[in-house]
């Protein structure tokens, strides 16, 4: 016997209902996506046409930016949307999608950064046999396997979430339809789904992000064995994985591994790991990458010329 479910559309109540407030969120939030869409695009570009950045580091980095990409078009058009006209309403298919779609990538950039962090683990503890350890096969397989990963993660999430009764209210205090708002609408007791996002959410987020320093902490120590302009390097390329990591794990860590409850704060995190980090991630990864720098630059200059003819 299938669950009651008298819902079939969510209201969203958005950021916020002042029309003050909602002009401001409205230009910087677009400001935000054109930046994330431009940037990432443009890494994605310039690794596939640079022939100086063939590196599994710059094949991972790509996959990542297609990754923001997609996760930020998944939530910035309707967060845009919803600022400009105020609360919007959701049919609940449209919501599970959300949900899909939400975790799928967010999950899959959870296992990508840490194949990133191998990817670096070899290449600098372990230089002379990066390129027999880092064949193209291999980078592929762990590029699936992060994908693989993410999906299954979003099956569970969506699962957990489909089942259940939904009996009115239907109004969700949120800007996008994710686990603990939806959660607080079910009538029915949720502990062991409450639980189940825990377990598929914060515990998978909290072991990543302390294998992901463990990693990085290793690498480290192992910087004193190089030269200085290697040490050098390495620190740049490192700091732009840390960064990365902090930003996007310590939000997501907060969220999903707590029980099922909403707080006031929820939304502004919630802004920044799904909005603010796909943005920044371009920037922190191309001003510390002298490389990418480079490339970006003979690509511009090759537009110009070719367009100039």
Same mark, same amino acid.
């Given at each position: ?27 910087? *939030?677009?400001? *935000?996506?054109i930046l994330t869409v431009? !940037?990432?695009?443009? /890494?994605? @570009?310039?690794? =596939? ?20 990409? %997609?996760?930020?078009?998944? /939530? ?6 919803? @600022? ?6 959701? =049919? ?13 990538? !967010? ?19 372990? &230089? ?17 396997? =992060?994908?693989?990963? !993410?999906?299954?993660?979003?099956? %569970? ?13 239907? @109004?969700?205090d949120h800007f996008f ?52 302009? !290697? ?19 310590? &939000? ?10 909403? *707080? ?41 010329? =070719?367009?100039?003819?």
């Amino acid at each position: 016997m299938e669950p009651p479910n008298n819902v079939t559309y969510f209201v969203l109540l958005g950021l916020t209902q002042d029309p003050k407030e909602q002009k401001i969120l409205f230009v910087m *939030f677009l400001l *935000f996506y054109i930046l994330t869409v431009v !940037g990432n695009l443009l /890494i994605v @570009v310039t690794v =596939s046409v640079s022939n100086t950045l063939g590196s599994p580091m710059y094949f991972f980095l790509a996959n990542l930016s297609f990754i923001d990409v %997609i996760y930020s078009s998944c /939530i910035s058009p309707r967060l845009i949307s919803e @600022v400009f006209f105020g609360k919007s309403t959701i =049919s609940f298919q449209s919501c599970m999608t959300q949900l899909f779609i939400d975790h799928l990538f !967010g999950g899959s950039e959870v296992f990508l950064l840490l194949v990133m962090a191998y990817d670096r683990y070899v290449a600098i503890c372990k &230089p002379l046999h990066y390129l027999v350890i880092m064949r193209e096969w291999v980078c592929v397989v762990l590029l699936v396997v =992060s994908w693989v990963g !993410g999906f299954l993660h979003s099956v %569970i999430q969506v699962s957990t979430i489909y089942g259940l009764p939904f009996c009115g209210p239907n @109004v969700i205090d949120h800007f996008f339809c994710d686990m603990y708002p939806l959660l607080k609408l079910v009538c029915a007791d949720t502990y062991v789904a409450g639980l189940l996002v825990v377990a598929n959410g914060g515990v998978i987020c909290s072991i990543v992000f302390v294998l992901l320093l463990i990693s990085y902490g290793v690498i480290l120590h192992s910087l004193k064995n190089l030269s200085a302009e !290697g040490r050098r390097k390495a620190l740049q390329t490192c700091g732009s994985h840390i960064t990365v990591v902090v930003f996007f794990f310590v &939000p997501c860590i907060f969220m999903y591994a707590r029980p099922a409850k909403t *707080f006031p704060i929820d939304k502004s995190l919630t802004v920044f790991y799904t909005v603010i980090t796909p943005m920044l991630n371009p920037l922190i990864y191309t001003l510390r990458n002298s490389e990418m720098t480079n490339a970006m630059k003979k690509l511009w200059k090759r537009n110009v010329i =070719s367009n100039s003819k």
